[in-house]
């Protein structure tokens, strides 16, 4: 796993009292859509992103969001807030019946989109730092938004292999870990394998 490039998010603060990070939860973004290797993601969570810079941007240029960390399509780690902060990435959200998980889960954003495969380097170094979070937090899940936050968010998509991963930390001895990750999935090494989607893929909500 590449160590990671810090650069500081504004949009984040301090967990409540007695909270510590016990869940992982997975997105996927790309700005503008399906676009990838711009800064739009970076200016997004740093409250830079410029409105006029696509027509997209106009729509959300006021959010103030963010996420512990961002894998580049090539690899690439970038951490916008330390896992002992609170990112703002859940939204509303509920894991296990508990509500506001941004109290208590670290959010890592893969540079994707609902209708592309994810690169093999990007399912590497989310490995690599998923282990790492497992020895340093008492994780106890490994989700994707769409999980927690169902029929509002749709990430990380039907094209994430959750198999794929669960089948990366066994190889690397990591079984235990691997044995987190709730969502369902089949597949071997085959990118276009989907996993078991909450929504019909043609019906996704906004």
Known sequence: ????????????????????????????????PER???SGVEQLFTNRLDPSG????????????????????????ICFVPPELRAWHAGVSMWRGRERCNDFSIGIELEGCDTLPFEAVQYAVLAGLIADLCVRFPI????????????RKTDPGPRFSWA???????????????????????GSDDDELLVAWPFPVGARPA
């Open 1 to 32: 796993m590449p160590d990671p490039h810090l650069i500081r998010s504004p949009n984040a603060d301090s967990r409540p009292d007695g909270s510590v990070p016990e869940l992982i939860v997975i997105h996927a973004i790309s700005l503008p």
């Open 36 to 38: 990838f290797g711009g």
């Open 54 to 77: 696509h027509p997209y941007y106009a729509q959300i240029h006021t959010l103030r969001v963010s996420a512990h960390y961002f894998i580049r399509r090539t690899g690439a780690l």
């Open 140 to 151: 106890a899940g490994i989700t994707g938004h769409s999980h927690i936050a169902p029929g």
């Open 164 to 186: 794929r991963l669960r089948q990366l930390l066994s190889d690397a001895g990591q079984g235990e870990v691997a044995s987190r990750i709730e969502p369902d999935g089949w």
